[in-house]
């Protein structure tokens, strides 16, 4: 004879058995598909990033590296990704989609897509705000703290809003963490406005992390201007500027990664040098630039933000 499960444990299988149930409709447009679950992830890795590694899939997706060379081999003999092997280090090689494989991407994406909204179309919007807020409270306090370090994150190119939440976030972590004023959000949205005007995907690019469907860091590099009124480009440096990374983040290697990104397309793009311009309280953003190979060039007191503060202009040369 058994007995009744406690009332916690029975409400928590009865809400996983409810779960399931719903999330099940989101893989219908799935299971029309040749790819399996795995694979469709992988794919959209991908369509996410320039290149990447089969190591960096293996340690963000948290998959067995077995098993991924199993779904990798698959997806090249599909002719879905390729493989160029690094300039730098021959050991390793640099995976990206393929035009077929893009094609193969999209109706994949579309139907997710498709599939979320048609699970939060029946409910009004507050309803979907609290909807959205019981899963954020769920995946925080169900995560321990070696889970959470595990949730992988990925960089992706900007999209619509993406600015925006750019200067906000500036605006109120520096204001909380170092008491900087609003002063500084004008100058972070002034900034922002101006890689929009320019931009020039041939020299510049901006990155997004994300983690668990929400934005946990930034970085953007630029083609470096001179003070002149025109702000003419300084030919062969690129400028590193508004790296950022989200508290919830931090520790994971994203701004390492961020940093690496910026160097990675500077030197593709042929720069021969990056600089950057930071304050010396901003001790964590300095250790990443110091790890990276940059080094301090400069430094002059000034007072901005509300605040005393000593800024440091750091380069990295590029060969």
């Not at 959205?132 to 995560?143: F, S, V």
């Not at 300095?286 to 380069?315: C, D, K, N, Q």
């Amino acid at each position: 004879m058994t007995t009744d499960p406690e009332p916690r444990t029975a409400a928590v299988r009865r809400f996983n058995r409810f779960y399931t149930r719903r999330i099940g409709v989101l893989q219908e447009g799935l299971a029309e598909t040749r790819f399996s679950l795995a694979e469709s992830r992988l794919l959209r890795e991908f369509a996410h990033r320039d290149q990447t590694t089969a190591a960096e899939l293996a340690r963000d997706l948290d998959l067995d590296p077995g098993y991924l060379s199993r779904l990798l081999r698959g997806l090249k003999d599909g002719k879905l990704i390729r493989s160029v092997r690094s300039a730098d280090d021959a050991r390793h090689l640099h995976l990206s989609l393929t035009a077929a494989g893009k094609r193969a991407f999209a109706p994949l994406d579309r139907q997710s897509e498709e599939g979320v909204a048609a699970l939060l179309a029946p409910l009004a919007d507050a309803e979907q705000q609290q909807l959205l807020a019981a899963m954020r409270t769920i995946e925080t306090l169900l995560a321990t703290e070696r889970a959470s370090a595990a949730t992988p994150w990925l960089l992706r190119p900007p999209q619509s809003g993406d600015i925006g939440w750019v200067v906000g976030r500036h605006g109120a972590l520096y204001a909380r963490e170092y008491a900087w004023d609003w002063r500084f959000e004008a100058l972070v949205a002034r900034i922002a406005a101006d890689f929009v005007d320019r931009f020039d995907p041939a020299r510049e690019a901006c990155w997004i992390a994300e983690r668990s469907g929400g934005n946990v860091g930034c970085v953007f590099l630029v083609q470096a201007r001179d003070e002149t009124p025109e702000h003419a480009p300084v030919e062969g440096t690129a400028q590193l500027r508004m790296l950022l990374v989200e508290p919830t983040a931090r520790g994971l290697g994203v701004g390492a990664r961020l940093v690496d990104e910026c160097e990675r397309f500077a030197r593709a793009r042929g720069y021969r040098r990056i600089v950057l311009w930071t304050n010396s309280i901003l001790t964590a953003a300095r250790a990443i630039y110091s790890r990276a190979g940059y080094v301090m060039t400069g430094s002059e007191p000034h007072e901005s933000f509300g605040h005393r503060l000593v800024g440091e202009t750091w380069e990295l040369a590029l060969g």
